[in-house]
């Protein structure tokens, strides 16, 4: 009896549930089966290639942004790089370029040694000189010396004698008169130095900042250059002015005289066209504003101009202390006018 029960109501669960099916197949929702959009041919596939879903950016465009980033960044370094040099020396008590340093020239124990050394070399040259001269007097005729009385040649012997030792007291006057002419002038600085700071991304301005700055390293050495023949040439003042006694050397203390002169007082004028330059700049600044790189460009222009100075100038001092030891030798002569003997006759030696 179970048993048929249990058959029984097996068959009629399975009856029921297929009774059910239909209804339950319209109650669940059904997603609808994607299909392909067609896409009119030449058009490329949405997405990346090859069904990727981003773009790939362009080879070239990436390859041109990455050069130049990375010139960029190159001659960036390169361009704080000489402004630390040259901002460093322009800032220091050592600053060559606007003035020549006491501390750097005459007043440097280096300096002050080797002159020492060199002018007792030059007060025994003296000896040497006098008995040149006194040879001159003797063969005067036959070697046709400019020397005819040796009252010509002992006012040159004293006043040689006194060039000698006060030599590097006459070119510590002409460095500080050098000083003070270009401090009456102003506090000169670079033009168009605060322009090149490197705060623009753009590489044609940096470009253009480099060349600047290459142009004041430039002038940078060419000062450093100039302090050392300075130096050089008060260490052997002694001997440069000891060859204007004689006849026979006047050329090299001629030489001396000039290229000392020259070396001092050129820095002068540099200053003195550093101070154009950076007064015109600030006028054309004024009238426009947005040329930054027109004004770096005149900053160099005005920087070659003084890196020209000292090779215009050079052939054109003359014997720089000419005119001193001309006063001197008419003093002397006078002296000796007025203690009875005859003055000494001026030569164009003199």
């Known amino acids: 009896m179970r048993g048929r029960c249990a058959l029984t109501a097996l068959l009629t669960l399975i009856l029921l549930l297929q009774l059910a099916a239909p209804a339950l197949a319209q109650e ?99 000896l040497l000189v006098t008995a040149w ?92 250059m100039r302090l050392a023949l300075v130096d050089a040439l008060l260490v052997v003042a002694p001997l440069g002015l000891l060859c204007w006694v004689l006849p026979q050397t006047q050329g090299w203390a001629r030489l001396w005289s000039s290229t000392f002169c020259g070396a001092v007082f050129s820095q002068f004028v540099q200053v003195v066209v550093l101070k154009l330059g950076g007064s015109l700049l600030t006028e054309l600044t004024k009238m426009a504003p947005d040329a930054a790189l027109l004004a770096v460009f005149l900053g160099i222009a005005v920087l070659a101009l003084t890196l020209r100075i000292p090779g215009l100038m050079r052939g054109y001092m003359g014997d720089g202390l000419g005119f001193i030891r001309y006063y001197a030798y008419r003093q002397g002569a006078r002296a000796l006018e007025a203690s009875g003997a005859r003055a000494p006759r001026q030569t164009g030696g003199s």
Request: aromatic share 6%; hydrophobic share 50%.
């Open 28 to 126: 669940v929702p059904t997603e609808p089966v994607p299909t392909a959009t067609p896409q009119p041919p030449g058009d490329p596939p949405a997405g990346g290639p090859e069904g990727l879903p981003f773009t790939l950016p362009d080879p070239k465009q990436w390859a041109a942004e990455v050069f130049n980033e990375v010139l960029t960044n190159l001659l960036r370094g390169i361009a704080e790089a000489l402004r630390g040099v040259i901002g460093a020396v322009m800032g220091s008590s050592l600053n060559f370029i606007t003035q020549t340093p006491p501390a750097g020239s005459y007043a440097s124990p280096t300096v002050q040694s080797l002159w020492g050394v060199i002018r007792t070399i030059a007060n025994v040259g003296l």
């Open 133 to 224: 001269g006194g040879f001159n007097l003797i063969f005067r005729e036959q070697i046709g010396s400019p020397y005819h009385e040796a009252l010509e040649l002992l006012p040159r012997l004293v006043l040689g004698a006194l060039l000698v030792n006060t030599s590097l007291l006459i070119g510590q006057m002409a460095i500080d008169a050098n000083n003070a002419l270009s401090l009456t002038v102003g506090q000169a600085s670079l033009p168009a130095w605060e322009r090149a700071d490197l705060a623009t991304q753009v590489l044609v301005d940096i470009i253009a900042a480099l060349i600047y700055l290459v142009t004041s390293l430039l002038l940078l050495l060419q000062m450093l």
